[in-house]
């Protein structure tokens, strides 16, 4: 348990300044990346980008922000969080992973994801009624991509394939994983293809996602698959105290989660619904002590290779973004490690 590697995710969501404005797109990805160069130099093991095409984000292009990070980082691997597979075409993926994978030295992963939200689809003219499809038949091709060999490929949504290689070659090849929210079908099919599960845990007790982790290792086994390593990511934030902590995050997880709700067909947030989602759900909020137990504890019902915490909350400043960076790599880290080891 003490090989764990310990990551950020972040979806590039617009902060604010001390007085309430929202921070410009541009601001917003130039402070992704001073946030990223202090991830590295804290030690930390990955940074993931999120790709979202929507006002409240400022990061539609994971790559060239993550382009931009490898050229001022050293150590620390860099992928998407998640690439939206489905509204993107798999050859195009590949190419500009390949190429951030040279860049960065192979430090490159993707994060392939059918996409919680949907604007990206009406945005490049996909179907919504072949979310399904569009998604399976994407990442059969990618999977085929990846082993950088010439590849033969038909199918119903893009052009047919045959004997085709695409380029840049890596040099290693490049890790990648399946971003999922909690469906069976969704663990099976990434077991099916060869990828690392990453599981977003973004509410609720996290140790209800155990038969999740359970089903991946039978899938596997059945299928005759080798062992693909399990991250999980979660929201989170630390800062001196636990109260600065919850005071901080507060008014922004209870706008987050109206809007959402508004969205999605959510029920609104209710009276102590952010309280529990602290205590006992999947939101890492606190002291470095608090953050540190919390995740300790979750490690040791989830049998995972990766944690990530999206550090990245509705609402907040830059400021509170780096002290949550500072904070998680230099005491939170060690201390889980310490915890674990124990």
């Known amino acids: 348990m003490t090989d764990i590697e310990f990551g950020l995710d972040t979806f590039g969501g617009v902060t604010q300044t001390a007085d309430g404005t929202p921070v410009p797109h541009p601001q917003v990805i130039r402070d992704l990346i001073e946030d990223a160069t202090l991830a590295d130099s804290l030690g930390l093991d990955f940074f993931g980008v999120g790709e979202h095409h929507r006002p409240d984000f400022a990061v539609s292009s994971p790559e060239m922000v993550l382009a931009a990070i490898a050229t001022g980082t050293d150590h620390i691997r860099l992928g998407s969080a998640v690439t939206v597979l489905s509204s993107d075409d798999p050859v195009r993926v590949f190419e500009r992973f390949a190429t951030l994978d040279a860049v960065s030295r192979g430090r490159a992963e993707i994060v392939a994801g059918r996409g919680s939200f949907i604007e990206s689809f009406p945005l490049f003219g996909f179907d919504l009624g072949q979310y399904e499809q569009l998604f399976e038949e994407r990442l059969q091709l990618l999977s085929l991509l990846l ?18 290689r695409v380029f840049p070659a890596t040099e290693g090849g490049i890790p990648t994983w399946v971003g999922v929210g909690g469906s069976p079908e969704s663990v099976v099919r990434t077991a ?7 599981l977003a845990i973004i509410g609720g007790a996290p140790e209800r996602f155990r038969p999740y982790l359970d089903l991946f290792e039978r899938a596997q086994d059945e299928l005759g698959s080798l062992r693909q390593p399990v991250a999980i990511h979660s929201p989170g934030l630390v800062a001196e105290t636990d109260a600065r902590a919850r005071d901080i995050v507060r008014d922004g997880w209870f706008a ?8 999605r067909g959510w029920p609104p ?19 470095p002590e608090t953050v540190a137990q919390k995740i300790a504890s979750t490690l040791t019902k989830l049998p995972v290779q990766r944690f990530d915490l999206k550090y990245d909350q509705g609402g907040i400043t830059h400021a509170d973004q780096l002290r ?4 998680y790599g230099r005491d939170v880290v060690p201390r889980v490690k310490e915890l674990l080891a124990n």
């Not at 590849?151 to 949504?157: A, D, H």
Request: no cysteine; hydrophobic share 30%.
């Open 324 to 327: 949550t960076i500072e904070l």
């Open 256 to 263: 987050m989660r109206t809007r959402m709700g508004k969205e």
């Open 192 to 198: 099916r293809y060869g990828f690392g599960l990453f």
């Open 269 to 287: 947030p209710q009276v102590g619904d952010f309280e529990r989602e602290i205590e006992t759900g999947s939101l890492y909020v606190g002291s």
């Open 147 to 164: 082993k950088e060999e010439p590849v033969t490929w038909s199918g119903t949504t893009r052009a047919s394939l045959t004997d085709q």
